[in-house]
T-cell receptor
């Protein structure tokens, strides 16, 4: 149980284009989903917290207009990197919490998406 | 400001021996801690967690110890197996914030 999928697993795009990444909880409903990015040999950095049916909460320093998050259903959240630039190249990982994301609720992670912007 | 630190970037252990991975934190408000295992190009996999009301939690070969006064936790894997070779991240969070703070990871290599 508690499987989270991401699509695509890898994407290469030209600078200036937009890229959409999907995150799905396959066998449970996720009230809260989280988006992280990880640079090589660094920690996972939380970008935003996404709650179904409401606006995402972004971490300090994360541009909400650049990283659009939509949590349209209890099993799907999407991250759109708009007008991508080479510095946006990174490993993006989503996670989902089984019941609202409070302490004690474990986050289950997707396999990640490697974005390369040329 | 790195609130969660894993000071050992790598660790090598012989198969069958104990692996001890360490994690230190600075924020005394953290009250829930987790360990994740990660393979290259994959998302982290949950291993084990511990609440601040406990000082030990055990699950099979994995045991997590928490020393609140020292703001230190450790993950013990015994016996270590080659399949345990991966990067291990510790994470900490505070009740109600929903936010995990991750350490930088320790790469464990279990030698056959």
């Amino acid at each position: 149980g508690a499987v989270v999928s991401q699509h695509p697993s890898r994407v290469i795009c030209k600078s200036g284009t937009s890229v959409k990444i999907e995150c799905r909880s396959l066998d449970f409903q996720a009230t809260t989903m989280f988006w992280y990015r990880q640079f090589p040999k660094q920690s996972l950095m939380l970008m935003a917290t996404s709650n179904e049916g409401s606006k995402a909460t972004y971490e300090q320093g994360v541009e909400k207009d650049k990283f659009l998050i939509n949590h349209a259903s209890l099993t799907l959240s999407t991250l759109t990197v708009t007008s991508a630039h080479p510095e946006d190249s990174s490993f993006y990982i989503c996670s989902a919490s089984l019941s609202g994301g409070s302490t004690g609720d474990t986050q289950y992670f997707g396999p990640g998406t490697r974005l390369t912007v040329l | 400001d790195q609130q969660v630190k894993q000071n050992s970037p790598s660790l090598s252990v012989q198969e069958g021996r104990i692996s001890i991975l360490n994690c230190d934190y600075t924020n005394s408000m953290f009250d829930y801690f987790l360990w994740y295992k990660k393979y290259p190009a994959e998302g982290p996999t949950f291993l084990i967690s511990i609440s601040s009301i406990k000082d030990k939690n055990e699950d099979g070969r994995f045991t997590v110890f928490l020393n609140k006064s020292a703001k230190h936790l450790s993950l013990h894997i015994v016996p270590s197996q080659p399949g345990d070779s991966a990067v291990y991240f510790c994470a900490a969070t505070t009740s109600g914030t929903y936010k995990y703070i991750f350490g930088t990871g320790t790469r464990l290599k279990v030698l056959a």
